[in-house]
């Protein structure tokens, strides 16, 4: 049954965002091609096995796409990616924008129990996965979940480690491709979509229950990165370093998209290590990385950075968090040449806000900078009337940067929007020059190191354990990771002793990523609750806090 889409799009939009210039009516592949002509030679990746040039991913590029065709994949059909940041995940990605197929990103640390929502969900055609990764069988998950994926058609291991039946090795469904565009060979560039089709699902963390898969049009998401040369002074020269993973939008914008729009380089870690990451820079010139504030802290405490040459470095763009004024000042010292500056986004808008390097200081560190280009901003009270600068409110937005809807859930998408503004769910104040500052969640959320972890999610997952009667997970502050994630559970009567071990034990068979996992658990008689039932957690975070303090004071 072939896929149908409906996404919230309509002509006067996209007349509107094509005559303002920030939808520019190109596929990614098409600035792929853009640097093949310019620059074949030139090295655009460069992870953790080596470098490929724009000639080398060109070719594998064609070989994929002819492979995904030779597989019966069709437009609008969906190819999900759950790799490292690996070369290959490009080479998947442009294959099936050659096609028109739709990609579906997948966050290496899922596991059985989000996979097996989100590719049944977008009804996933081909997967693509590795075979093991940080002590995780994937293949074996992907046999665990076979009955439940009615639509998957073919998985293909990318770097496996031996034949296994079931499966497509990468190295034999790259010939088989190959093979059909010397014999047979199609014109790719008659499937060229539409840029205003359907390009990518990303599910987000599931802030409210189950995740939703936002749906962005191959204009809507590359908008998101289209700023960033005139504002941050990139070309086809700078070194972009990308460590987030790139089934998160900042990973796939800004170490996917950006470094082939630019026609430059990127440089990929498949694990965060910091002081791999001062090598690399002093290897390749890395001049910008975008990443999340705890990546800041781990550079300036870097063992080994007195020892390499950095100063190429000119760029951290902190997303997740606010950054600290210590880190500031002491990035400023130990990094002279390198500026910081903070940026607010989510899966459903691209970065929204950016902070910029000639920003003043205060702004640097109190604020999550301002709206980029196109993209308008506001702050309304719960009451729906502007809110006066500095005032806590809602914080909404617009332009073109926004996804075009909830994949299956349009009635749900509708629901966030207040006229034509999105409410992000978020609580912010914005002062007289426009600048942005979160001030908190309406929607319950725990942001770990910028990692979310959806709270209602894990929850729900606790209420299945046989013995917990009633839970409530929260965030409370963490020196390092901003949040880190606390279970306090009420036990049935005449439950046995639940512990951080059992505990464990529990989500690990249930098949939960295990960053969602909360890191501390506290036994509690009853939940504090108001009249109504709602659960007052700001009580319990409160306690928690002043518990951790009088244990700090104690050592």
């Known amino acids: 049954m072939p896929h149908t889409f409906e996404m919230l799009l309509t002509d006067e939009e996209i007349a509107t965002y094509i005559a303002s210039g920030h939808w520019r009516n190109r596929l990614l592949a098409d600035y792929l091609d853009d640097a093949v002509a310019a620059r074949p030679g030139q090295t655009c990746t460069i992870d953790v096995r080596g470098a490929h040039t724009y000639a080398d991913l060109a070719a594998d590029v064609e070989d994929c796409a002819h492979a995904l065709l030779e597989s019966g994949v069709q437009a609008d059909d969906v190819v999900s990616i759950q790799l490292p940041n690996w070369y290959e995940w490009l080479v998947i990605y442009l294959a099936a924008n050659r096609i028109g197929a739709v990609a579906n990103p997948l966050i290496p640390i899922y596991r059985d129990r989000e996979i097996g929502f989100m590719a049944a969900t977008a009804r996933t055609s081909v997967l693509f996965i590795t075979e093991t990764f ?36 990468w190295e034999d469904f790259l010939a088989r491709g190959r093979a059909r565009r010397e014999s047979d060979p199609v014109d790719l560039a008659a499937l060229r979509p539409d840029p205003n089709s359907l390009a990518l699902i990303m599910f987000t963390s599931g802030t409210t229950g189950r995740p939703k898969g936002v749906m962005h049009t191959h204009n809507s998401v590359l908008s998101g990165a289209l700023p960033w040369p005139d504002r941050l002074g990139l070309d086809e020269h700078s070194v972009i370093h990308m460590a987030s993973t790139f089934g998160h939008l900042t990973g796939f914008l800004y170490g996917v998209s950006l470094p082939i729009m630019l026609g430059g380089t990127g440089v990929f870690q498949d694990v965060w290590d910091v002081e791999e990451f001062v090598e690399l820079v002093e290897k390749h010139g890395i001049n910008h990385t975008s990443a999340a504030t705890p990546f800041l802290h781990d550079l300036i405490g ?78 309304v009270g719960f009451d729906g009337r502007p809110a006066a600068p500095g005032e806590e409110g809602k914080l909404q937005i617009r332009g073109p940067f926004l996804f075009r809807g909830y994949l299956g859930q349009l009635d749900k998408t509708r629901e966030e929007f207040d006229g034509d503004w999105f409410d992000t769910g978020d609580l912010a104040t914005m002062d007289e020059d426009g600048y942005v500052r979160l001030a908190g969640r309406t929607k319950d959320v725990i942001i770990r190191g910028g990692e979310n972890i959806p709270v209602t999610y894990v929850e729900n997952v606790l209420y299945e354990h046989p013995d917990v009667e009633a839970v409530a997970v929260i965030g409370v502050p963490h020196e390092r990771l901003q949040e880190t994630a606390a279970a306090a559970v009420v036990m049935r009567e005449g439950a046995p002793e639940l512990t951080m071990d059992t505990l464990r034990a529990f989500f690990d068979a249930k098949g939960l990523a295990k960053p969602y996992w909360p890191e501390r658990l506290v036994i509690v008689p009853e939940l504090p609750r108001t009249p109504s039932g709602k659960i007052q957690k700001y009580l319990l975070r409160k306690e928690l806090v002043e518990q951790a303090q009088a244990q700090g004071a104690q050592k």
């Open 302 to 379: 870097a063992k080994n950075l007195a020892e390499h040459d950095v100063s190429s470095l000119r760029h951290f763009c902190c997303m997740g968090a606010p950054i600290p004024r210590s880190y500031v000042a002491e990035a400023r010292e130990k990094l002279p040449e390198m500026s910081v500056f903070g940026g607010w986004g989510q899966t459903e808008c691209c970065l929204v806000t950016m902070g910029h390097p000639s920003d003043p200081d205060e702004k640097i560190i109190s604020t999550d900078g301002r709206a980029l280009d196109g993209m308008q901003t506001r702050v």
């Open 134 to 169: 940080r002590k995780f069988n994937y293949a074996d998950m992907v046999d665990r979940l076979r009955p439940e994926l009615p639509d998957l058609r073919e998985t293909v291991i990318v770097h496996g480690e031996g034949a296994r039946d079931g499966f497509t090795s």
